[in-house]
């Protein structure tokens, strides 16, 4: 009963994380985006507080609570001033869903769950791939296959997600999932799926997840004789790919990748973002932040309108105080200081049960990941995905 009972909870997981989103891009449906993932939980919930005894281990308890703590005080602010005057939006079951993922994990660290992260990584990787395929031949072909209006003139490859910087941090998170699990691959598996994750990114092209997938890359088991073969391969397959997009470029979602690849060359060579100014005001207005640490006291209260924070700000502040392109400074600008120490207790408390050599790589992926789309706010796989990265068992429900 209680191992049919896990498989029941990882089947509904499942069927939350993957197919929802697949359904909602094609319904382009808020009720399939937020609404039947929140019923699917409520129900797997239901049968977990009612058939098993939860029992948290003092190593967990920190976390659980900073996490309910957390969690209330931003829907406690949220209510106050819910967005739109909608109380039930993707923002506020996200913190819902970031306290569930927390109990899910913890409740689950006794059950070998190791295959199901592995397969759940290849499942998501096909299901992009798939979305994506058909993505191309609706812009170079006209078939009937859905793409995002809003960005459908800028050919942009977005997969299930909204933008392609949301599937690009979520690629990351990802990334890291399986960086957790890659021990278990066999190691021509785990180059091929890292290869695969490299195509994903290049055809996302978010140049700051690009140069974060090879500082991973780098960095994960240090400098050896294997990394210096890896990255050779990995270069001649990133020289092969340029080379097939600078030969296809004249094809408009192709020169789409060709110039965005070239401002990384431009940055890696001459150190220039000239080509694009959106990275020059983004580093500008976390600068702008950390000068006004001390002005957050009990931030704005009322999401995505953070303009009382923008006094001083050399650039046009319409966008980037609305969209701040940074989980943390977002969650300062709305919630204030009590927001920022809880969301940074946290993050701190659920890295640290990550091995010691990926702690700093875990810490740095989330950093950037999270500032890559306007806001990961309503991102639920965004989230659970970390919340699984960081919470990886062994056979015994060890951490690994």
């Known amino acids: ?41 409520i129900i797997v919930l239901v049968f977990l507080i009612y058939t098993v005894k939860l029992n948290f281990s003092q190593k967990y308890l920190a976390l659980f609570l900073i996490s309910l ?12 001033n819910p967005y739109n005057s909608e109380y ?15 109990v899910f994990f913890i409740y689950l660290k006794d059950f070998n769950n190791i295959n199901f992260k592995k397969y759940f990584v290849i499942i998501f990787l096909i299901i992009q791939y798939l979305i994506i395929f058909g993505q191309v031949l609706n812009y170079n072909f006209g078939l009937p296959f859905p793409v ?18 949301d599937l690009a941090a979520t690629l990351l998170m990802f990334f890291l999932l399986f960086l957790s699990v890659e021990k278990t691959f066999k190691p021509k598996y785990s180059n091929l799926i890292i290869i695969i994750f490299l195509l ?52 408009d979602v192709i020169n789409r990748i060709y110039i965005r690849f070239n401002t990384i060359i431009d940055m890696i060579t001459i150190g220039s973002t000239n ?9 500008q207005s976390y600068i702008h932040f950390f000068n006004n640490l001390d002005k957050l006291y009990f931030g704005s209260g009322e999401l995505y309108n953070y303009f009382k924070f923008s006094t001083g700000f050399e650039n046009d502040p319409t966008l980037i105080f609305k969209n701040t392109h940074s989980y943390f400074i977002e ?53 659970m995905v970390f919340i699984m990265s960081c919470l990886i068992y062994d056979n015994k429900g060890k951490l690994r």
């Open 331 to 383: 969650i300062s600008y709305w919630t204030g200081w009590m927001g920022l120490i809880l969301s940074v207790i946290w993050l701190l408390l659920l890295t640290s049960l990550v091995q010691k050599k990926h702690f700093s790589i875990f810490i740095f992926t989330f950093l950037v990941a999270s500032s890559i789309p306007s806001s990961i706010l309503g991102n639920f796989l965004f989230i």
């Open 200 to 251: 994903l990114f290049f055809m996302a092209m978010s140049r700051s997840a690009i140069i974060v997938f090879f500082i991973i890359l780098l960095f994960k088991d240090g400098f050896n004789f294997k990394l210096i073969i890896h990255l050779l391969i990995f270069g001649l397959v990133l020289y092969f790919l340029y080379y097939i997009v600078d030969y296809f470029s004249y094809i």
């Open 148 to 165: 995002r209006e809003a960005y459908e003139e800028y050919f942009m490859l977005t997969g299930t997600f909204t933008n392609s910087n």
């Open 1 to 41: 009963m209680l191992i049919n009972l896990r498989k029941m909870i990882y089947f509904s997981l499942f069927f939350v994380l993957v197919f929802t989103t697949v359904i909602a891009y094609f319904t382009q449906s808020g009720i399939f985006s937020f609404l039947f993932p929140t019923i699917i939980t």
């Open 88 to 102: 039930i939006t993707a923002q506020s079951l996200f913190f819902i869903y970031l306290l569930v993922s927390i």
């Open 69 to 80: 703590v957390f969690s209330i005080y931003c829907l406690l602010v949220y209510v106050l």
């Open 275 to 283: 080509n694009d100014g959106s990275m020059q005001i983004r580093s």
